[in-house]
């Protein structure tokens, strides 16, 4: 059976945005596996696939990892029930990729970085906080006295992805699908790690991640 090494924390918290991304692309396509959770401090775990972050797909030939290929990998291995329908498709989940890893996850660092030693325990905490302290060059409360400002802008972001969930439902379609799933790993992260309220109850995004969490309830 296939594995997916899930980064893991506090009561087996799985909270990791790519993680939960490839997560609901194994259940779109009806593909059996298990999750094997990974602490920050259990590197060696993963350590047989040379790689330090998770997510890695293991796999009878071997083992995949990063999302995206994790997904490309999915889409050329088992064909039914396809995540990309077509090239358009697949150029713009790539799109979709870049975009939420590159701008939307550090707008959403900001605004819970301080919360998320709540979800750690043990050596997780000390080597979250001295690891991320080391990359912002700074407490992770510095961000602390402008998170509605961080909020709006995330929104402002957001916004054309917004309008095409208003109209449709999904951001795939009328049925939701992979370009759905690179974009959902964002507010699962911040709903697991956070207090923060990120939409309003009557923004269609709002009933989007509620119709998707029915989905991710499925797996761990």
């Not at 989940?93 to 998320?116: C, G, M």
């Amino acid at each position: 059976m296939i594995k997916l090494y899930d980064l893991s924390g506090k009561n087996d918290l799985r909270f990791s945005p790519p993680c939960w991304t490839v997560k609901l692309c194994l259940l779109h396509k009806k593909i059996n596996f298990e999750t094997v959770p990974v602490r920050f401090s259990e590197k060696d775990k993963i350590a047989f696939s040379g790689q330090t972050l998770v997510p890695i797909l293991e796999h009878e030939g071997g083992f995949v990892y990063d999302s995206w290929e994790i997904i490309k990998w999915l889409d050329e291995n088992y064909l039914e029930n396809k995540l990309f329908i077509n090239g358009t498709s697949k150029n713009f989940s790539y799109f979709l990729y870049n975009w939420t890893s590159r701008q939307l996850l550090p707008v959403l660092f900001k605004i819970i970085a301080h919360e998320i030693p709540n979800v750690l325990e043990g050596e997780d905490i000390n080597y979250y906080i001295r690891t991320r302290e080391d990359r912002i060059k700074g407490p992770i409360t510095k961000f602390k006295q402008n998170i509605s400002e961080f909020t709006n802008e995330f929104n402002k972001l957001i916004n054309p992805i917004r309008k095409i969930i208003d109209a449709n439902g999904f951001v795939a379609g009328k049925e939701p699908g992979v370009e759905d799933y690179l974009f959902f790993g964002n507010f699962k992260w911040v709903s697991c790690c956070s207090s923060s309220i990120l939409l309003e109850t009557k923004d269609p995004i709002y009933q989007w991640f509620k119709d998707l969490s029915e989905l991710a309830d499925k797996v761990k």
